[in-house]
């Protein structure tokens, strides 16, 4: 995928770090599910951890990493790459999710018990929220052009800060399933999976910090708000 073409030099060297942070987590999460915990499958009548393994893959492929790429194509131009990428992000999302709510349904295990679920369902909400806002408000019906000025930044905060919630939550989430996996004693603390794992969650967070600071460093460079003397 290109660079959106409004950014600015250093906002680019922080897209660029972003995109290969992205390839690297998507790899490395794919190698742990596919190859380190046996495949993926919406359906299996044994092996019910692999209905479990679509989870953390569509989680951060398709909702944190599609929602990566959405958020620099929002200027006007390409405003329908930004909708259709979030919207993308949304349904792998919510299909990512249900993929967890299976695991446990089948294995008679409660829903919602932790901190990660309550975050990844509060998350996965707020974001539908500001899809449906950012569609109403900037496309269809659209608002009228002073009510567009008042909502703009606060749709880029708030679009921020569900972005960096989603990141917190997929952190946690790596955290819990790792810390399952050694309590239970099938993964050992200091093997190469777990020490995969962590590395995985790194690159998510440098990930989410990446894809800040380029937004930030195109605003920056473009309103040249601060001076030197
Ligand atoms: C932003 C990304 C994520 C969101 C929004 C999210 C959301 C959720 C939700 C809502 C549940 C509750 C399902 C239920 O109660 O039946 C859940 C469960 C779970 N997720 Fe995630 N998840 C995300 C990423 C991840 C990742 C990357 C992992 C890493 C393996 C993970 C591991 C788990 C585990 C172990 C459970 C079952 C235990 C529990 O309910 O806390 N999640 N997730
Ligand atoms: C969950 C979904 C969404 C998130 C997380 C999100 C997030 C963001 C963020 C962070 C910005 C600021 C980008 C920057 O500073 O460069 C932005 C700008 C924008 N978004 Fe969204 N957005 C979402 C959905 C939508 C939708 C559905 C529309 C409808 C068309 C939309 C239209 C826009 C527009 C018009 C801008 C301003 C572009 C400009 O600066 O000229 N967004 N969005």
């Known amino acids: 995928?290109?660079?959106?073409?409004?950014?600015?030099a250093k906002s680019k060297a922080f897209f660029f770090t972003a995109q290969v942070l992205a390839a690297a987590a998507a790899v490395l999460v794919l190698v742990w599910c596919i190859h380190l915990r046996g495949g993926l499958a919406f359906q299996s009548a044994g092996d019910k951890s692999l209905i479990f393994n679509?989870?953390?893959v569509l989680m951060l492929i398709g909702f944190i990493i599609m929602g990566s790429?959405?958020?620099?194509w929002s200027k006007q131009v390409n405003k329908c790459i930004h909708l259709i990428l979030h919207g993308l992000a949304l349904v792998l999302g919510a299909v990512g999710i249900s993929a967890?709510?299976?695991f446990h349904n089948e294995l008679g295990i409660s829903n919602l018990y932790s901190l990660h679920s309550w975050l990844g369902l509060g998350t996965i909400?707020?974001?539908g929220i500001?899809?449906?806002l950012g569609f109403v408000t900037f496309l269809f019906p659209g608002a009228s052009g002073s009510l567009?000025?008042?909502f703009l930044p606060w749709h880029a905060v708030f679009g921020v800060f569900v972005y960096l919630l989603g990141i917190v939550s997929a952190e946690l989430g790596?955290?819990?399933k790792l810390t399952f996996l050694e309590t239970f004693g099938t993964v050992n603390r200091f093997s190469g999976e777990a020490f995969l794992v962590n590395c995985t969650a790194l690159a998510v967070l440098l990930l989410g910090v990446s894809v800040v600071l380029s937004l930030i460093a195109s605003h920056l460079e473009s309103t040249k708000v601060y001076s030197a003397d």
Do not use: D
């Open 130 to 132: 500001q899809w449906i």
């Open 174 to 176: 790596f955290l819990e």
């Open 148 to 150: 567009k000025a008042t």
């Open 100 to 102: 967890a709510f299976k």
């Open 1 to 8: 995928m290109g660079v959106p073409a409004e950014t600015t």
């Open 125 to 127: 909400s707020l974001y």
């Open 69 to 72: 790429e959405a958020l620099p």
């Open 54 to 56: 679509v989870h953390p």
